[in-house]
């Protein structure tokens, strides 16, 4: 499974951009790349997902780097409830594509 | 509102015990997933099923067991032969088991042993 490495924690101020990297070098050409966040005690939430253009939703925007191999969640005005912990996932073209493998994402902690 | 429901939030598990944990879908979703999440770690992959009377082994199914019956329900049995059930427990389900599909989640179970 091709894999993805995040920073462990990140801090933001409230009302101001987050910019959230995800490295994933060894990316194959079909393989999707998937943001979830997770608040505590809580399931996780499906964010965002791209292939090969940016995307953009309610919630934020994609960044897909031309050569695919980093992408970067964007999140337009923090605010408190986005503290969260955010996973960038890739699912890949084989029969195992349908699983969400979760690697240890980034915590992300909002400041008033 | 269209959802998953887990029940019950809270679940303890005497030694020797079986428990089973619900899981409930009302998104007409073909695929429906269970993860165990350890503190401070990701989730991992328990049972998986991508249509109604089907699953399949994760990528921990030891000590678990599931049935998919109907569609909407999948729920998850924690057998005694499970040494370390302590976690928390989540479902989800998406439209199908395509790699471009999100999947969603409930709000999880918490087990603890007494």
């Known amino acids: 499974d091709a894999k993805t490495t995040q920073p462990n924690s990140m801090e933001s101020n409230e009302e101001e951009p987050v910019h959230l990297p995800c490295n994933h070098s060894t990316i194959s050409g079909t393989d999707y790349i998937h943001w979830y966040r997770q608040l505590p005690s809580q399931g996780p939430e499906y964010v965002i997902h791209g292939l090969t253009s940016n995307v953009n939703n309610r919630m934020a925007s994609l960044a897909i780097a031309e050569d695919r191999k980093s992408s970067t969640l964007i999140l337009h005005r923090a605010t408190l409830r986005d503290a969260a912990v955010y996973y960038c996932?890739?699912?890949?073209?084989?029969?195992?594509?349908?699983?969400?493998?979760f690697g240890q994402g980034t915590e992300l902690s909002v400041k008033p | 509102d269209g959802g998953i429901t887990q029940s019950p939030k809270y679940l303890f598990r005497k030694e020797g015990q079986n428990v089973t944990l619900s899981c409930e879908q009302n998104l007409n979703h073909d695929a429906m997933y269970w993860y165990r999440q350890d503190p401070g770690q990701g989730l991992r992959l328990i049972y998986y099923?991508?249509?109604?009377?089907?699953?399949q082994k994760g990528d921990i199914a030891e000590g678990y067991s599931v049935s998919r019956e109907k569609k909407e329900s999948f729920p998850l049995t924690v057998t005694s032969a499970q040494k370390n059930p302590t976690a928390f427990y989540l479902c989800?389900?998406?439209?199908?088991?395509?790699?471009?599909?999100?999947?969603?989640f409930g709000d999880g179970t918490r087990l603890s042993i007494l």
């Open positions: 099923s991508q249509i109604v009377n089907d699953f």
């Open positions: 989800a389900s998406s439209i199908d088991w395509g790699r471009n599909q999100p999947q969603h």
């Open positions: 996932i890739l699912r890949d073209q084989t029969n195992q594509g349908g699983k969400l493998i």
